[in-house]
């Protein structure tokens, strides 16, 4: 069992609720780090009396470094700071960040050694095999915190066998929009985008859910975490979202993971595993949930995920391009400055703007990032 802890990306949904998870199990934490958000940093660096924290923002670090000049914790900055954080030794870090901006972090942790619970789903998609070689080279395992390939993972516990898996069934509560039609999507607002019905995430996340683009990074995402062919991957919308995801092995038994949706579950089984604690998240009581769901996606209206399942399949570059493209647009969305199918439209244009290149450095990864992001930007200006 762990004893020790960094949380990067601690002020973001997933990072607030990794420390009340780390204050339960009385680790101690090692390191925190977040973009800008001083205020809310401060308070944790008061609360858990980290020996590291790290801003990305430069400037918002320099405010930092004034307002915790009182306590033992050393402030470090920009990206490079989180990276230091990352490499602090802790027996664990949590990746929390949001986006490509957690990929060189993860690599960090992996290089020192540390086990990684990574929520940072981004990573993976764009730099999935150079993560996945390293993590083996190094001999250290990558925890998923992301719920479906919580309860995929937990749904392997037991299983020793080799090629016994028939699929992967990743479930998807099809976000706010499921059930409308592409015309309907046309006039969707950011306020009508940003109302998940199940989960309370950060905006990039809830606005992945929105387009589903969330499903095909997951796809993206399990196909690496567990070694999966995409075509093996299938998606299942369960609008309850009490099902977390499903393994069918060979013999057409399939084991499932429920439970109430509450990222507390997969964060602790991440910190903890492969042993069980009390949690404070409630009792799933099925005769209350009555009904659990399941359906076909939309494959058409929502063709991000089928996108992201013909990135992964076509391989190289290709992963690390649409989550660029898509982490634009995204972002563009929420600044209101294009409309909500202008994300798949993005998200497509990718595939024309990457080199066909399949064998590539990180920095190939960042260079890809970096220009499909300014031809992103270029597709709507
Ligand atoms: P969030 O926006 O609430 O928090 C993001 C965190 O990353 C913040 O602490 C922020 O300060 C930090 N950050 C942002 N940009 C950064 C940068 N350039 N450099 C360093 N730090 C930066 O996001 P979230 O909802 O907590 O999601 C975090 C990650 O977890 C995402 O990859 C998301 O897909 C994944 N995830 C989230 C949930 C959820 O329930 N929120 C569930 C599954 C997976
Ligand atoms: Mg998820």
Same mark, same amino acid.
């Given at each position: 069992?762990?004893?020790?802890?960094?949380?990067?990306?601690?002020?973001?949904?997933?990072?607030?609720?990794?420390?009340?998870?780390?204050?339960?199990?009385?680790?101690?934490?090692?390191?925190?780090?977040?973009?800008?958000?001083?205020?809310?940093?401060?308070?944790?660096?008061?609360? !858990?009396?980290?020996?590291?924290?790290?801003?990305?923002?430069?400037?918002?670090?320099?405010?930092?470094?004034?307002?915790?000049?009182?306590?033992?914790?050393?402030?470090?900055?920009?990206?490079?700071? &989180?990276?230091?954080?990352?490499?602090?030794?802790?027996?664990?870090?949590?990746?929390?960040?949001?986006?490509?901006?957690?990929?060189?972090?993860?690599?960090?942790?992996?290089?020192?050694?540390?086990?990684?619970?990574?929520?940072?789903?981004?990573?993976?998609?764009?730099?999935?095999?150079?993560?996945?070689?390293?993590?083996?080279?190094?001999?250290?395992? +990558?925890?998923?915190?992301?719920?479906?390939?919580?309860?995929?993972?937990?749904?392997?516990?037991?299983?020793?066998?080799?090629?016994? +898996?028939?699929?992967?069934?990743?479930?998807?509560?099809?976000?706010?929009?499921?059930?409308?039609?592409?015309?309907?999507?046309?006039?969707?607002?950011?306020?009508?985008?940003?109302?998940?019905?199940?989960?309370?995430?950060?905006?990039?996340?809830?606005?992945?859910?929105?387009?589903?683009?969330?499903?095909?990074?997951?796809? +993206?995402?399990?196909?690496?975490?567990?070694?999966?062919?995409?075509?093996?991957?299938? +998606?299942?919308?369960?609008?309850?979202?009490?099902?977390?995801?499903? &393994?069918?092995?060979?013999? *057409?038994?399939?084991?499932?993971?429920?439970?109430?949706?509450?990222?507390?579950?997969?964060?602790?089984?991440?910190?903890?595993?492969?042993?069980?604690?009390?949690?404070?998240?409630?009792?799933?009581?099925?005769?209350?949930?009555?009904?659990?769901?399941?359906?076909?996606?939309?494959?058409?209206? !929502?063709?991000?995920? *089928?996108?992201?399942?013909?990135?992964?399949?076509?391989?190289?570059?290709?992963?690390?391009?649409?989550?660029?493209?898509?982490?634009?647009? *995204?972002?563009?969305?929420?600044?209101?400055?294009?409309? !909500?199918?202008?994300?798949?439209?993005? &998200?497509?244009?990718?595939?024309?703007?990457?080199?066909?290149?399949?064998?590539?450095?990180?920095?190939?990864? !960042?260079?890809?990032?970096?220009?499909?992001?300014?031809?992103?930007?270029?597709?709507?200006?």
């Amino acid at each position: 069992m762990i004893k020790n802890l960094a949380v990067l990306g601690s002020t973001g949904s997933i990072g607030v609720q990794a420390l009340e998870v780390a204050e339960l199990m009385e680790f101690k934490i090692e390191a925190l780090t977040a973009n800008s958000r001083t205020d809310i940093l401060e308070e944790q660096i008061r609360k !858990f009396r980290p020996r590291l924290a790290a801003v990305a923002d430069e400037k918002a670090a320099a405010d930092l470094k004034i307002r915790v000049a009182d306590t033992s914790t050393t402030v470090l900055s920009g990206s490079k700071g &989180v990276e230091e954080c990352a490499r602090c030794g802790a027996d664990s870090v949590l990746n929390s960040i949001v986006g490509i901006a957690g990929l060189a972090p993860t690599l960090a942790a992996i290089e020192t050694g540390s086990s990684i619970a990574l929520a940072n789903k981004e990573t993976l998609v764009a730099g999935g095999k150079i993560v996945m070689d390293s993590a083996a080279a190094k001999g250290v395992s +990558i925890l998923p915190v992301d719920s479906e390939h919580s309860a995929i993972f937990q749904s392997l516990q037991g299983y020793r066998g080799k090629n016994q +898996i028939k699929r992967l069934i990743l479930t998807a509560s099809g976000g706010p929009f499921f059930g409308k039609t592409r015309a309907e999507l046309e006039k969707v607002t950011l306020a009508q985008a940003l109302k998940h019905p199940n989960w309370s995430m950060g905006a990039k996340i809830t606005i992945d859910s929105a387009t589903m683009m969330n499903k095909g990074l997951e796809l +993206i995402e399990a196909a690496w975490l567990f070694g999966i062919k995409a075509e093996n991957i299938d +998606i299942l919308v369960h609008r309850q979202s009490i099902v977390h995801s499903l &393994v069918e092995y060979v013999d *057409n038994s399939v084991i499932a993971q429920l439970g109430v949706p509450d990222m507390r579950i997969p964060i602790q089984y991440a910190l903890t595993y492969p042993d069980r604690y009390q949690s404070p998240v409630k009792q799933l009581d099925l005769a209350e949930a009555a009904t659990l769901t399941f359906e076909r996606p939309d494959y058409e209206t !929502f063709s991000c995920i *089928n996108l992201c399942r013909r990135a992964f399949e076509k391989g190289g570059l290709y992963p690390a391009a649409v989550n660029a493209a898509n982490e634009k647009a *995204n972002e563009l969305f929420r600044e209101g400055k294009i409309g !909500f199918l202008d994300i798949p439209k993005a &998200v497509e244009a990718a595939f024309d703007l990457v080199a066909p290149v399949y064998d590539y450095t990180l920095e190939d990864v !960042f260079e890809t990032d970096k220009s499909i992001r300014f031809a992103t930007e270029r597709l709507f200006l």
